[in-house]
């Protein structure tokens, strides 16, 4: 701003506008000290509203009907312990696992026991079939998603033959881990008795 007011007053000085040197000087001024309030007010704005993007709430449902129970009680360290993230696990009524979000599927294991779903607030979910279900190589799985599939909550996203896994001494139990969230981020809801793509079993913000 020195340098435009300093334009100003050594043009009132001069007597002609042709031989006038500072005029269009004081334009490039006004222009740059305009731009600079335009930018540094557009920048404060497009700031306020990224942290008003980043206040949302979300819910995530019951990926099987069945008792809720806490992560914390999965016969599995690196679930109990919350290694991977925290969540829930549901003791499964029957075979048909659906989605607990809306979003893309960003993951899909080989063995079919496990699946990454992203959904479009950012939320990271993992839904993980049985303990140690990994060592099977897919036997008992029938995947109904592929990578890059959208789903909506409720849509179907695996079969699962529990009595095969009993019958080979796995836990059965489905996991539901949010891994991309802040400690006490979210609530979980258990001891109630969920329906599966219905009941709410996780509320989150972020």
Avoid at 4 to 29: E, F, M, N, W
Avoid at 38 to 57: A, C, D, V, W, Y
Avoid at 86 to 99: C, F, L, R, T
Wanted: net charge positive.
């Amino acid at each position: 701003m020195n340098l435009y007011l300093q334009g100003i007053k050594k043009r009132k000085r001069c007597k002609s506008k042709l031989a006038d040197p500072y005029r269009h000087h004081t334009v490039l001024h006004i222009t740059a000290a305009l731009g600079k309030v335009e930018i540094k007010t557009m920048f404060f704005k497009n700031k306020k509203k990224e942290k008003t993007k980043k206040k949302t709430t979300g819910i995530i449902f019951a990926a099987q009907s069945g008792k809720v129970i806490s992560v914390t009680q999965v016969n599995d360290k690196v679930f109990s312990q919350k290694v991977l993230g925290d969540g829930v696990a549901i003791k499964p009524e029957s075979g048909a696992v659906v989605s607990p979000v809306g979003g893309e599927v960003v993951t899909v294991a080989d063995t079919l026991h496990a699946y990454g779903i992203k959904t479009d607030d950012g939320l990271e979910v993992l839904i993980h079939i049985g303990v140690n279900t990994v060592d099977l190589n897919g036997e008992g799985f029938c995947s109904r998603v592929s990578e890059g599939n959208r789903l909506s909550a409720g849509d179907p996203l695996c079969y699962v033959d529990l009595g095969l896994l009993k019958s080979r001494g796995y836990d059965t139990d489905i996991i539901i881990l949010v891994t991309n969230l802040e400690p006490g981020a979210m609530t979980a809801h258990c001891g109630i008795n969920a329906t599966a793509g219905r009941t709410c079993v996780i509320e989150y913000h972020m």
